[in-house]
């Protein structure tokens, strides 16, 4: 087999595109992941943890007060 001019361009040509089509999808899921972490109003992974950061906080105050409630009915009786 003989190197020729058209098969180094040939060579050159499928490593540039691969090359080109790697850059392009690691530019395009980096965006995507990045903009999962930014508040967008509600679908986006970081309002899903504040949400649940908020629900978390509310059901430890509910179990704080439980707490309390029965401390002082066991002071009472």
């Given at each position: 087999?003989?190197?020729?001019?058209?098969?180094?361009?040939?060579?050159?040509?499928?490593?540039?595109?691969?090359?080109?089509?790697?850059?392009?999808?690691?530019?395009?899921?980096?965006?995507?992941?990045?903009?999962?972490?930014?508040?967008?109003?509600?679908?986006s992974?970081?309002?899903?943890?504040?949400t649940?950061?908020?629900?978390?906080?509310?059901?430890?105050?509910?179990?704080?007060?439980?707490?309390?409630?029965?401390?002082?009915?066991?002071?009472?009786?």
């Amino acid at each position: 087999m003989t190197i020729t001019p058209e098969l180094i361009a040939a060579i050159f040509t499928g490593i540039g595109g691969t090359l080109t089509a790697f850059y392009g999808f690691n530019k395009w899921i980096i965006t995507k992941f990045l903009s999962e972490l930014k508040p967008n109003g509600g679908s986006s992974m970081r309002d899903q943890v504040n949400t649940n950061t908020t629900r978390l906080e509310r059901v430890e105050n509910r179990i704080d007060d439980i707490y309390k409630m029965l401390a002082e009915r066991g002071n009472h009786g």
